[in-house]
């Protein structure tokens, strides 16, 4: 095996409410090889949240390191943090996050234009990104004229049209009823069986027990870490239900 | 480097889209924001239009008084100090004084006695009344008085011997003699004040000046001015020097006069230099304050207009909050995100500074129709509306714009 994609290290993030530190994030470290579709797990409050951002290199570390593709993170500048998302990581948000007046064509060509693409590049790229997701027909409908497992498909599209390392997916089935969340979840199983590096934050375990590894966390720290009906199943000493 | 080239070409066309879409979702409240800015370039570009205009033909007018001429008087005519009574007890100018700078200026080209009285001219039954007459001589032309349209001007020997001869004004000659061509006038006779005198030429016409009509007016020898309508009055001299040796011929004039009119050493001149800049200068210092009072309004509200811009931008930055925080995810820089609301903030304020200068050429060019105020267009008025309005959007922009570019990603994207 050779270095892996991501590799963190005694990560930690710590927010200071009121005068009062909270650890949202207390030492955490795992490596992901590129090629797998790993599943990070917990309650609300376990941190997954601030995981994903940091991860997602929207937020940095209190301490620890943070290995993206070779690049050390922490020592990045903002407008560096800005590229790196833009080259290496394809966001797909529980809510969508589409720009509402744009098309779907113009919401997944956005990440090329930061990226200074040539329009007509961009839109070939985008259409093909679109296709390749099931929606080569409704590339000029506005999200309000989409269902929301379109909406989803095309936030996907827009994640992939990069050509992105990594895919973060934040409970992207969240907003959707459980057909269309299968349906969704059927699609990232093509995504990775076609080489894509997938990381899936949910609060649901029965999804990261569909998984092939997952990564529980708990008051900000690792639980459990190892394949996904396993560590799924792990009940913290705290946990309450489900 | 081709790559950073082509990625600032696609922020500024997205940040451009942006910018027009945003504003095309909200037309009222666009228009709204921009009606300070479309307020004060109008007003900015009215009053500049007009104030241009009157120059202009302020310009046009005063063109009338010779350019390199003095003109002696016993008057200061722009009576900047309130010394009206010394001036009434100045001995009057007149023969002496003429004679003497004919004399003895050598910076003079021309010298030309200027004696001035409202008379009636008749001829037939027609009689006017209220013409201005001049007696000058033969050198009155040189010095800015105008040209002939037909005959000729006095000479010489019209002066010598103080001739019965008269050259009418433009004006006197239609109305004397409506309906005849005008080299038909010559050789008329006509009545000055009651004495017979002999039309030798027709002056071109020369429109108005502060108020005074040119063309009112007959011009007689100086001699016979001073025979026959009476030679107690002062006279104005003038006198027209090399070009750009104005202040060389004042210099001289000045010694010359005080001769002449034996000033002791210790008083002031008891007589004035009358120039045409004079005239230009007073105008520019009137309307000098107008366009500062102008340009003062305008800018206030576009200070204000530009806070309206700053107050509508803020609401749009928080608005779009959420949009804001994808598309950092996506890889917008700070300055992407900067660059995308000031230009969407000049784009309205520019928006606005194009309508503000269409009306405020509209209310000119209208006011120039209506009233005798003139108006002129300025490329300069225009750019001065458009920058000012792009420079209000873009100075009011900053903060806002500033707020949105420093907004957390991970809050901006929470963000309800």
Redesign the interface.
């Known amino acids: 095996m050779g270095d892996p994609l991501i590799s963190i290290d005694r990560l930690a993030r710590h927010y200071s409410v009121g005068g009062e530190v909270v650890r949202a994030l207390d030492g955490v470290s795992f490596d992901i090889q590129a090629g797998e579709w790993v599943a990070i797990v917990g309650q609300s409050g376990s941190g997954k949240s601030t995981l994903m951002n940091l991860l997602g290199c929207l937020d940095t570390a209190t301490s620890g390191t943070y290995r993206l593709n070779g690049a050390d993170v922490e020592t990045l500048s903002d407008d560096q943090l800005a590229d790196l998302r833009n080259k290496e990581i394809g966001f797909i948000f529980q809510t969508f996050q589409l720009l509402p007046r744009a098309s779907a064509l113009a919401n997944v060509e956005l990440p090329l234009v930061y990226r200074g693409i040539s329009r007509k590049e961009r839109r070939a790229t985008a259409e093909q990104a679109l296709r390749s997701v099931g929606l080569g027909n409704r590339m000029h409908h506005r999200p309000n004229e989409l269902s929301g497992g379109q909406r989803q498909r095309v936030a996907i599209a827009r994640a992939l049209v990069g050509d992105p390392s990594l895919l973060l997916a934040d409970e992207p089935t969240g907003n959707l009823d459980s057909q269309t969340g299968e349906e969704i979840i059927r699609l990232f199983g093509d995504l990775n069986a076609r080489g894509h590096t997938i990381i899936l934050v949910t609060h649901e375990p029965k999804l990261a027990a569909r998984c092939p590894r997952a990564i529980k966390l708990m008051d900000g720290r690792v639980l459990g870490d190892g394949p996904g009906a396993e560590v799924a199943a792990l009940q913290g000493p705290r946990a309450v239900g489900t | 480097m081709r790559?950073?080239?082509?990625?600032?070409?696609?922020?500024w066309v997205?940040g451009l889209r942006i910018a027009l879409?945003?504003l095309a979702?909200n037309h009222l409240r666009t228009f709204l924001t921009t009606l300070g800015i479309v307020i004060g370039v109008m007003t900015v570009i009215a009053i500049v239009a007009i104030i241009d205009g009157l120059n202009a033909s302020f310009a046009t007018q005063i063109g009338n008084l010779g350019t390199h001429t003095l003109y002696v008087d016993k008057w200061q005519w722009i009576n900047t100090r309130d010394d009206w009574w010394s001036m009434r007890n100045r001995k009057n100018m007149g023969r002496t004084e003429l004679e003497a700078i004919e004399r003895e200026a050598t910076e003079a080209l021309a010298v030309a006695p200027m004696a001035g009285r409202s008379v009636t001219v008749a001829a037939g039954a027609e009689e006017l009344s209220g013409i201005r007459c001049t007696g000058t001589n033969q050198r009155y032309l040189e010095t800015g008085g105008g040209s002939v349209a037909a005959g000729r001007f006095l000479g010489p020997t019209d002066v010598e011997l103080s001739r019965s001869v008269v050259v009418l004004g433009a004006d006197v000659a239609d109305r004397l003699f409506p309906k005849v061509a005008l080299d038909e006038v010559l050789g008329k006779r006509v009545r000055v004040r009651g004495a017979p005198f002999t039309v030798i030429g027709v002056m071109a016409r020369r429109g108005r000046m502060l108020g005074m009509d040119l063309d009112t007016n007959v011009t007689i020898p100086f001699t016979t001015f001073l025979r026959d309508m009476g030679g107690k009055r002062s006279i104005t001299i003038a006198v027209t020097s090399a070009p750009g040796r104005l202040s060389q011929l004042e210099d001289e004039l000045v010694g010359i006069l005080r001769r002449a009119r034996r000033v002791p050493p210790e008083k002031p001149d008891d007589f004035s230099m009358n120039r045409q800049d004079q005239f230009l200068k007073l105008y520019n210092q009137l309307t000098g304050a107008l366009y500062g009072v102008a340009v003062g309004v305008g800018l206030i509200t576009l200070v204000v207009g530009g806070i309206g811009i700053m107050n509508i931008m803020l609401v749009s930055v928080t608005e779009r909050t959420?949009?804001i925080?994808?598309?950092?995810?996506?890889?917008?820089?700070?300055?992407?995100i900067l660059l995308q609301f000031l230009i969407e903030s000049s784009v309205v304020a520019a928006l606005g500074g194009a309508v503000g200068t269409g009306l405020g050429l509209g209310v000119a060019v209208f006011v120039a129709l209506v009233s005798p105020l003139a108006a002129a267009v300025t490329p300069g008025a225009v750019a001065l509306g458009l920058g000012f309005s792009a420079l209000v959007g873009l100075l009011f922009g900053i903060w806002p714009a500033w707020r949105a570019a420093n907004l957390d990603?991970?809050e901006a994207?929470r963000y309800e």
């Open positions: 790559r950073a080239w082509q990625r600032t070409v696609s922020e997205e879409s945003s979702a959420r949009e925080g994808v598309r950092r995810a996506l890889g917008a820089r700070k300055r992407t990603p991970v994207l």
